[in-house]
Every structure is written in structure tokens, then in C-alpha cells.
């Protein structure tokens, strides 16, 4: 069974970069049967998805998000994380970590965590 599990700061100041990692457990993030994923919901809004790191650890990010967003692996930890950049108050969500099971429509999700951007 595949878990992952979110950590990170809840609060940020806007301008600064916003850090999360996602731990997983039950596979190796260097298996080839799935996608690691970050994906955000704003308050009120549907799901965003901002990027994604293979299992060779290519990456590949939302345009909109793109020259803000990167997305990084530590195969030792079994971790993968994300950073987002210049951050304003529109960038406050909860963001998930997700798990695609390749050619699958298969998912893992962690539980999300809220990051709010405000001074």
C-alpha cells in the first residue's frame, strides 16, 4: 500500500519561497510504475496541478506555475519535494502529494496540508 504523507511550514510571508516534502512509504519513488505529483486546492476553487517528477527524476511543471515551481527528489529518504517561489496570498491552498500508478487511473494521495501566505 502506498502512503505519503505532506510536511512543511503552514505559514508563509509573502515574497518568500514555500517548501513541502512528501514522504512516501510502501514503494520506492525510483520504481518505474508511478508519477509523484504536487497538486494544490485553493479556498472556494477546484484542484491545480502543478507538477510532477518521474521515477528517473524528470520533471515537468504546469505553465502557469512553471517559472515558479520546482519540484526535487531524495531517493535515500524516499521523499520528493516541492518549492514555489515568490509566493503571494493567491498561492494559499492546501496542497497535496499524489502518486499515479502509471497507465493506471490510480491514485495515492496524502492528506494535504494547508499553507496559508500572509504577512
Known amino acids: 500500500q502506498v502512503q505519503l504523507q505532506e510536511s512543511g511550514p503552514g505559514l508563509v510571508k509573502p515574497s518568500q519561497t514555500l517548501s513541502l516534502t512528501c514522504t512516501v512509504s510502501?514503494?520506492?519513488?525510483?520504481?518505474?510504475?508511478?508519477?509523484w505529483s504536487w497538486i494544490r486546492q485553493p479556498p472556494g476553487k477546484g484542484l491545480e496541478w502543478m507538477g510532477v517528477i518521474a521515477h528517473e527524476g524528470s520533471t515537468y511543471y504546469s505553465p502557469s506555475l512553471k517559472s515558479r515551481t520546482s519540484i526535487s527528489r531524495d531517493t535515500s529518504k524516499n521523499q520528493f519535494s516541492l518549492q514555489l517561489n515568490s509566493v503571494t496570498p493567491e498561492d494559499t491552498a492546501v496542497y497535496y502529494c499524489?502518486?499515479?500508478?502509471?497507465?493506471?487511473?490510480?491514485?495515492?494521495w496524502g492528506q494535504g496540508t494547508q499553507v496559508t501566505v500572509s504577512s
Open positions: 499524489n502518486a499515479q500508478r502509471i497507465g493506471t487511473l490510480n491514485h495515492y
Open positions: 510502501g514503494v520506492s519513488i525510483t520504481t518505474s510504475y508511478y508519477a
